[in-house]
Nanobody, 114 residues
Framework: QVQWVESGGGLVQPGGSLRLSCAAS????????MVWYRQAPGKSRILIAT???????AYADSVKGRFTISRDNAANTVYLQMNNLKPEDTAVYYC????????WGQGTQVTVSS
């Protein structure tokens, strides 16, 4: 069963911004801390941002100060606002729960290029 769907990726120039969305079921958002991962071509999937049920956040050093994770439980959605994008941010971005269920969405492609 589909538990969430990532969207909002695209092609952006260096220094630009994108906002990713992860729309999920009410059950997922009511009971789970949420995270964003990314995976660049030929590389492992890396955790880049976390948000708890209480709204506490944490970030990987590579994105800290540029990315902001947030959640809107009324909309059952977690967001990743990405500013000052760099070519090394190019990756497929995935949403997930901190306590994994084994489900992975298709992700959303972010390409940063001039």
């Amino acid at each position: 069963q589909v538990q969430w769907v990532e969207s909002g990726g695209g092609l952006v120039q260096p220094g630009g911004s994108l906002r990713l969305s992860c729309a999920a079921s009410a059950t997922v958002f009511k009971y789970n801390d949420m995270v964003w991962y990314r995976q660049a071509p030929g590389k492992s999937r890396i955790l880049i941002a976390t948000i708890t049920l209480n709204g506490d956040t944490a970030y990987a050093d590579s994105v800290k100060g540029r990315f902001t994770i947030s959640r809107d439980n009324a909309a059952n959605t977690v967001y990743l606002q990405m500013n000052n994008l760099k070519p090394e941010d190019t990756a497929v971005y995935y949403c997930n729960t901190v306590i994994e269920t084994g489900y992975w969405g298709q992700g959303t492609q972010v390409t940063v290029s001039s």
